[in-house]
Structures are given as C-alpha cells and as structure tokens.
C-alpha cells in the first residue's frame, strides 16, 4: 500500500524558534497533500492543502505566515512552524493523495509530528 | 454543531466480544472513511466507502446514504484492537468526528 512518511516523529523546541516538518511520499507522487493538526483529545482539523507547484490554501484561522507550506515536489511537502509558542504545541499530520491510485481521492495519512513548544 | 458524530465516546469490551461504532453525519458527502489512530497518534485508513457495505478481516463498515449513518463493526475483539476509531465525511474536505476511543480487556 501507499506509504507516507513524516519527520521528525517529535520535536521540542524552544518559545520563538521556528520548526520545518516533513512529509514524504514513499512510493506514490502525491499531487495533493493536506496538513492537520490535532491537540489532546480533540479531532483532526485541517490545517491547508498544498498542490505541487502552487501555493497552499489555508483554512480560515489558521495564519499562513505562521505556518508555511512548501510543496516543491511530487513526494515533499514541509510544514514551518515560525516564531513556535506553546499554543502551538500539538500533533501535526499530513496526508496525501495522488489521483492516479484507486480508489480515487483516497488519502494516505503519515504517522504524525509531536512538537512540543517550552 | 459537529458535522459529523460519533458514538459512543468511549468503550471498553472483553476480548471476543462483538463491537459498534457509530457515525452520523449531516452533510452531504461523496465519501465515508474509518480511521483508527493508535495511542502513539498514527492513523490508518480503515475503510474509504460511499454506499452499502465493505468487509476486511474481522471489521465490517456500513452506510446508509439516506439515514446519513455509517457504523464499523469488530467482531471477535482483540486487545490489539484498543485504539481510537475516527469516522471522517468527505465533501470537498474531510469532516472528522471526535473519535471513539475503544479498550478491549484480555
């Protein structure tokens, strides 16, 4: 099955340092991937959606300043957290999608970032 | 009001026992996925449906389009079953529930 891969698998940093989050697709070119997050004991909420070679879309409330999405090529997409405070301390996923799989529009999560801001 | 919601929140059976979780959903959807993220935070998808019923080893998942219900079935719980159970609704995006968080006792 489709593999996604992300790194680091947790991170702490300090408040007001910034921290890059990858996701890799392993064997599939993801032309879609999508950023969640998640605090404790709470659902997935989506975060942005990055197509290759474009700008991500964000969702409303999340700061696309704050949260910069790269996704330079078929198989990478990074998420930098900026200026990380502790609010930001959560569980980040990525997911991706390639249309060229079936069944169409699956998606494939990566087994998700711990970061933990002091 | 959530899109979508699960029931119960949480669930605690004896090893064996046969499992259900529900979802209802209020949106208008082209898709149904079941996910079971485990206590380390991965997620894997379960099952991806739109109509009737899929069956993989011992999960079953169903979906009624016009009630906009869909339940996930365990039969013959294990403990390597205890995970949460999330059922997500997808339109143009996914809307998650809130999870069902299941421990099975040995």
């Known amino acids: 099955g489709a593999v996604v891969s992300q790194h680091p698998s947790w991170v702490i940093c300090k408040s007001g340092t910034s921290v890059k989050i990858e996701c890799r697709s392993l064997d599939f070119q993801a032309t879609t991937m999508f950023w969640y997050r998640q605090f404790p004991k709470q659902s997935l909420m989506l975060m942005a959606t990055s197509n290759e070679g474009s700008k991500a879309t964000y969702e409303q409330g999340v700061e696309k300043d704050k949260f910069l999405i790269n996704h330079a090529s078929l198989t990478l997409s990074t998420l930098t957290v900026t200026s990380a405070h502790p609010e930001d301390s959560s569980f980040y996923i990525c997911?991706?999608?390639?249309?060229?799989?079936?069944?169409?529009?699956?998606?494939?999560f990566g087994p998700g970032t711990r970061l933990t801001v002091l | 009001k959530n899109e979508v919601e699960q029931s119960p929140q949480n669930l605690t059976a004896q090893e064996g026992e046969f499992i259900t979780i529900n979802c209802s959903y209020s949106v208008g959807i082209s898709a149904l996925h079941w996910l079971q993220q485990h206590p380390g935070g991965g997620i894997v998808s379960l099952f991806m449906?739109?109509?009737g019923k899929k069956k993989h080893g011992r999960l079953i998942a169903t979906i009624n389009i016009q009630e906009k219900h869909s339940s996930l079935h365990i039969t013959a719980s294990h403990p390597r079953d205890s995970a949460v159970y999330i059922c997500?609704?997808?339109?143009?995006?996914?809307?998650f529930g809130t999870g069902t968080s299941l421990t099975v006792i040995p």
């Open positions: 449906l739109s109509s």
């Open positions: 997911s991706a999608r390639d249309p060229g799989l079936a069944p169409v529009n699956e998606q494939f």
């Open positions: 997500a609704a997808r339109r143009n995006q996914f809307y």
